[in-house]
T-cell receptor, first 113, second 109 residues
Framework: GAVVSQHPSWVICKSGTSVKIECRSL??????MFWYRQFPKQSLMLMAT?????????EQGVEKDKFLINHASLTLSTLTVTSAHPEDSSFYIC?????????FGPGTRLTVT | EDQVTQSPEALRLQEGESSSLNCSYT??????LFWYRQDPGKGPEFLFT???AGEEKEKERLKATLTKKESFLHITAPKPEDSATYLC??????????FGTGTSLTVIP
């Protein structure tokens, strides 16, 4: 199957700083990528849909100015958590669509202290 | 309102004890239903896509089936390494993608 990578796999940052997470489709081009957030023992919550070359579409309740998404190429999307606070600590997962199936990255564990 | 419900929330099986996980959905315009496996601290791993009622797909000890209202993931003679959370998701004609809350499966040796 198709491979999606994320970097970093885990990050610890101080409150008030910004963190960038990269999502790459390694062996296919993805016009659409998705960013999810997952809390412990809960299912994935879609945050935004990222389309290459255009602005991301955010789900209701997700702050656009806090979670900046850039999809500059067909293989790379980035999520920047700006001015992070402890409540932003979570597991962030990206996915990329290949024709019809959707493949997920391994996730990034963000801890804000 | 579009809804995806998985049951049971948690399931404990003895090694070799076959069982089924359920994913029921109430949606408008189903394009496809997906099954994923998720291990702790990792992203979901794609298992199957089902597109129409009556369709079945198999992979090793897993078989997924689909009706107009639900999907089953059958696990035959499970092994401890099958322990994981199994997620189903529906893809709708409006391009929405909704996940169920998952079934946490534990297989005891």
């Amino acid at each position: 199957g198709a491979v999606v990578s994320q970097h970093p796999s885990w990050v610890i940052c101080k409150s008030g700083t910004s963190v960038k997470i990269e999502c790459r489709s390694l062996d296919f081009q993805a016009t659409t990528m998705f960013w999810y957030r997952q809390f412990p023992k809960q299912s994935l919550m879609l945050m935004a849909t990222s389309n290459e070359g255009s602005k991301a579409t955010y789900e209701q309740g997700v702050e656009k100015d806090k979670f900046l998404i850039n999809h500059a190429s067909l293989t790379l999307s980035t999520l920047t958590v700006t001015s992070a606070h402890p409540e932003d600590s979570s597991f962030y997962i990206c996915s990329a669509r290949s024709s019809y199936e959707q493949y997920f990255g391994p996730g990034t564990r963000l801890t804000v202290t | 309102e579009d809804q995806v419900t998985q049951s049971p929330e948690a399931l404990r099986l003895q090694e070799g004890e076959s069982s089924s996980l359920n994913c029921s959905y109430t949606v408008s315009g189903l394009r496809g239903l997906f099954w994923y496996r998720q291990d702790p601290g990792k992203g979901p791993e794609f298992l199957f896509t089902l597109y129409s009622a009556g369709e079945e797909k198999e992979k090793e000890r897993l078989k997924a089936t689909l009706t107009k209202k639900e999907s089953f993931l059958h696990i035959t003679a499970p092994k401890p390494e099958d322990s994981a959370t199994y997620l189903c998701a529906v893809h709708l004609t409006g391009n929405q993608f909704y996940f169920g809350t998952g079934t946490s499966l534990t297989v005891i040796p």
